[in-house]
């Protein structure tokens, strides 16, 4: 499976980063986004970091 680290600026690209999200996990990639992987209370740079060490 190919991990992906989907990255958009919110303030003009939230509708087009959940289309291309629900497309690319529809073929099969494991998509990364902040909305849905983010945990509160936990240092969010570091989750970043983490979640960028783990793509492809």
Same mark, same amino acid.
Do not use: N, P
């Given at each position: *499976?190919?991990?992906? +680290? /989907?990255?958009? !600026? %919110? !303030?003009? #690209?939230?509708?087009? !980063?959940?289309? /291309? %999200?629900?497309? /690319?996990?529809? *073929? #099969? +990639?494991?998509?990364? %986004?902040?909305? &849905? &992987? *983010?945990? #509160? #209370? /936990? !240092?969010w740079k570091e989750q970043l970091r983490a979640a960028? %060490?783990?793509v492809d």
């Amino acid at each position: *499976m190919i991990h992906v +680290f /989907l990255s958009y !600026a %919110r !303030a003009d #690209g939230l509708d087009a !980063a959940t289309k /291309l %999200r629900a497309e /690319l996990t529809a *073929m #099969g +990639f494991q998509v990364w %986004r902040d909305i &849905e &992987e *983010m945990q #509160g #209370g /936990l !240092a969010w740079k570091e989750q970043l970091r983490a979640a960028l %060490r783990q793509v492809d």
